[in-house]
């Protein structure tokens, strides 16, 4: 069941804890504090099963007319059951709740590393389309790859 979290230390916990069970894709220590650190400030949406939480996501507005998936991730043994998906539903229909006209996301240019590629496709098939890649916003080996959507 896909739930509004509002109390931010549950989200804290929720984010800290999946975030460990990513390391492909959350394996730099600081960014992934920042990641916690900030979406606790956001709006957020956990897959709560049985009182553990799967997966979730966290929404940055980043202009009146825009806003990004700051930052999204599900267990490994929760891939591939939907859960992504739904969490990404509650996300827009928050983002067209606040009249935004776009939703962005950022990742890792695809070609890099596998699980960024299982990334870049996860997005595509949620309508994104690529912006433009960024080379040098986080590292050279880590070649930022800017997706967007209509909302």
């Known amino acids: 069941m896909i739930l509004k979290i509002e109390n931010t230390e549950d989200k804290e916990r929720i984010c800290r804890c999946i975030l460990a069970e ?9 960014s992934t504090q920042e990641y916690i650190r900030e979406s606790r400030m ?3 949406w956990a897959d709560v099963e049985d009182g553990r939480a ?10 009146p007319y825009a806003a990004e998936i700051y930052v999204m991730g599900v267990l490994p043994e929760a891939h591939r059951r939907g859960i ?5 539903e509650c996300l827009h229909q928050a983002a067209k709740d606040e009249g935004k006209l776009f939703l962005q996301v950022k990742t890792v240019k695809q070609g890099c590393y596998p699980e960024y590629d299982q990334t870049n496709a996860f997005y595509k098939a949620l309508g994104f389309i690529e912006l433009e890649v960024l080379e040098t916003l986080w590292d050279p080996w880590n070649p930022c ?7």
């Open 22 to 30: 990513l390391p492909g894709w959350f394996g730099l220590e600081e």
């Open 42 to 44: 956001m709006p957020f």
């Open 54 to 63: 799967l997966g979730f996501a966290a929404m940055k507005e980043t202009s």
């Open 84 to 88: 992504g998906k739904q969490l990404f």
């Open 145 to 151: 790859q800017v997706y967007v959507r209509t909302v």
